[in-house]
Nanobody, 122 residues
Framework: QVQLVESGGGLVQAGGSLRLTCTAS????????MAWFRQAPGKEREFVAR????????YYAESVKGRFTISRDNAKNTVYLEMNSLKPEDTAVYYC???????????????WGQGTQVTVSS
């Protein structure tokens, strides 16, 4: 069974930090590009960060560049999102996703986690 499980969300004050973790099972993790997306109430799902399969090149949305860091550990089938200097506008459900392409577009990802809530208070 292919599965992605996120953890690490929670409530944090503005300026604080959180580390999200996404652990994969049932797939050849190292062969997949991994990404984080987020969705706030009433808004569309938006790209946050992604990391490629082999070169582990990283890409970020402009809104999080310099504050968030995506990384992966292929030995542990895990991708991380380190979030610093959090802002209230970062409040959303955060999803990790796996895809054969490295893309900023949600439809290019075929495997999704259930999401983890991040709430940043002002």
């Amino acid at each position: 069974q292919v599965q992605l499980v996120e953890s690490g969300g929670g409530l944090v004050q503005a300026g604080g930090s959180l580390r999200l973790t996404c652990t994969a099972s049932g797939l050849s993790f190292s062969r997949y590009g991994m990404a984080w997306f987020r969705q706030a109430p009433g808004k569309e799902r938006e790209f946050v960060a992604r990391i490629t399969r082999f070169s582990m090149t990283t890409y970020y949305a402009e809104s999080v560049k310099g504050r968030f860091t995506i990384s992966r550990d292929n030995a542990k089938n895990t991708v991380y999102l380190e979030m610093n200097s959090l802002k209230p506008e970062d409040t959303a459900v955060y999803y990790c996703a796996a895809g054969s392409l490295s893309s900023d577009i949600p439809r290019d990802y075929g495997v999704w986690g259930q999401g983890t809530q991040v709430t940043v208070s002002s």
